[in-house]
């Protein structure tokens, strides 16, 4: 698969609707693990789908049940694959990570750095942090450049909860 060509697209209407829905959405304040917390994402996601028009042609992959369908990202030798995929009419649309972060913040660095290989192979990618370390969240200098540019340059978008 060719590495994608980064031209101006109108941000799909289904990952805005994603986006709004894990942000203000009904997700738990505590999760006892990373796994715990990509399942929640995949059920509401999938809920999601299931019930609104937004959803009709989409669909949610995951690597471990959908090895075929999930294009992984080849960097270094490697494989990498994302936590799961939005498929809209049979294609791939949106990467989507999922990683909770609790008092080491090296999780930070790989949901950044997993975000951009996966931009290279994916036309969006969702970064989803949920981040329980004892951070202080203030916005900072660097943290808004480097948002922008994921976004305008790669179509990368972090959330964090």
Do not use: C
Not at 111 to 132: E, I, T
């Amino acid at each position: 698969m060719p590495e994608l060509e980064h031209v101006e697209l109108e941000t799909p209407k289904i990952l805005d609707a994603i986006t709004f829905l894990i942000q203000f959405g009904p997700l738990k304040p505590e999760y006892p693990d990373g796994n715990a917390f990509r399942e929640d994402i995949q059920v509401t996601i999938q809920t999601y789908l299931e019930k609104n028009e937004l959803g009709k042609g989409a669909r949610l992959l995951t690597p471990a049940r959908d090895v075929e369908a999930v294009p992984p990202a080849s960097i270094f030798g490697a494989d990498f694959y994302p936590d799961l995929v939005l498929e809209q009419d049979g294609e791939p649309l949106v990467a989507i990570i999922v990683k909770l972060v609790k008092a080491n913040p090296a999780g930070l660095i790989q949901a950044a750095g997993r975000a951009l290989v996966f931009s290279h192979r994916y036309p969006w990618v969702l970064s989803l942090v949920l981040d329980r370390g004892k951070r202080r969240r203030e916005k900072r200098e660097l943290d808004h450049e480097f948002r922008a540019d994921m976004w305008h340059n790669r179509r990368v978008r972090f959330l964090f909860r």
